[in-house]
């Protein structure tokens, strides 16, 4: 069978892939999620000083335009944009993928079949069945078309999300897929899978269970593992388990911050 090169493997030198840059020299990449569809806000957004940040196609606010936007202006900015495409489906990848994103972020996955159905839709022939016919991609990469068309496969990160309870059953096998870059938790729909509530307290022994059997199975294939965190202190207790987090989104952030100074205000 043949082994083609991964982001793990990857020969190639690209400065403007700067997670994928972050994750090879092991420096703990952070990123957040963005659901709002705006250009400016997405340059804001990169300009905090984010490795990465995840266009959420799945839950955000953003429609194709938006998300294309999107993809230029945090690529702009030197950061890496990832877009969570709310399928598996060939079609639906191919168009996040046409954007330039660095990166696809693949929700609720459950078995080694969806992860290996993922990686055949990301990947160009002959690894793949993506199909190639728009000049947007290389763009964001800043490599022309052909210098593209040959390091696509190796460079962009394919990851998918465990998030439920079947996923964290076949976890190893999942890991084990090749093309599959970096195992994500999404810890909350993981809590209603495992525990039926959300938020979990983080002690709940079948939780924390499944978050370590997650990040060890990811080690063990040699892939990289992420989660999502509520905030910094929450990232710095993930170094050591995790070479990746996102920390929260852009809408809760915002939420949070006028709560919190409101609060200050009303309280004196």
């Known amino acids: 069978m043949t082994t083609f090169p991964t982001a793990h493997t990857t020969t190639v030198s690209n400065p403007r892939l700067r997670l994928l840059n972050k994750l090879k020299a092991?420096?703990?990449?952070?990123?957040?999620?963005?659901?709002?569809?705006?250009?400016?806000?997405?340059?804001?957004?990169?300009?905090?000083?984010l490795d990465a940040v995840i266009v959420d196609c799945e839950h955000g606010n953003i429609g194709d335009d938006a998300m294309h936007n999107s993809v230029a202006a945090i690529a702009?900015?030197?950061?890496?944009?990832?877009?969570?495409?709310?399928?598996?489906?060939?079609?639906?990848?191919?168009?996040?993928?046409?954007?330039?994103?660095?990166?696809?972020?693949?929700?609720?996955?459950?078995?080694?079949?969806?992860?290996?159905?993922?990686?055949?839709?990301?990947?160009?022939?002959?690894?793949?069945?993506?199909?190639?016919?728009?000049?947007?991609?290389?763009?964001?990469?800043?490599?022309?078309?052909?210098e593209y068309m040959l390091s696509a496969n190796q460079t962009l990160l394919t990851i998918v999300q465990i998030e439920t309870k079947a996923g964290v059953e076949n976890v190893e096998e999942i890991c084990a897929v090749d093309g599959v870059d970096l195992v994500f938790i999404g810890p909350n729909d993981l809590a209603q899978s495992l525990l039926g509530y959300v938020p979990a307290r983080g002690d709940e022994p079948e939780f924390v269970a499944a978050i370590d059997k997650i990040?060890?199975?990811?080690?063990?294939?040699?892939?990289?593992?992420?989660?999502?965190?509520?905030?910094?202190?929450?990232?710095?207790?993930?170094?050591?388990?995790?070479?990746?987090?996102?920390?929260?989104?852009?809408?809760?952030?915002?939420?949070?911050?006028?709560?919190?100074?409101?609060?200050?205000?009303?309280?004196?």
């Open 215 to 268: 990040a060890k199975a990811a080690k063990a294939a040699g892939k990289w593992s992420g989660r999502l965190v509520n905030n910094g202190a929450l990232a710095n207790k993930a170094k050591g388990t995790f070479d990746f987090v996102a920390i929260t989104g852009d809408t809760k952030a915002i939420s949070l911050w006028y709560q919190q100074e409101i609060e200050v205000v009303r309280s004196s």
């Open 26 to 49: 092991g420096e703990f990449p952070l990123a957040t999620f963005m659901a709002i569809p705006s250009v400016r806000h997405a340059q804001i957004v990169s300009l905090t000083g």
């Open 76 to 146: 702009a900015q030197g950061v890496s944009p990832i877009i969570r495409v709310r399928g598996t489906t060939g079609d639906i990848l191919k168009r996040a993928l046409d954007t330039g994103a660095h990166g696809v972020m693949i929700p609720q996955i459950n078995t080694a079949a969806e992860a290996e159905q993922v990686v055949r839709y990301s990947k160009f022939p002959p690894q793949g069945l993506r199909g190639q016919g728009s000049a947007f991609p290389s763009i964001a990469h800043g490599l022309t078309t052909p």
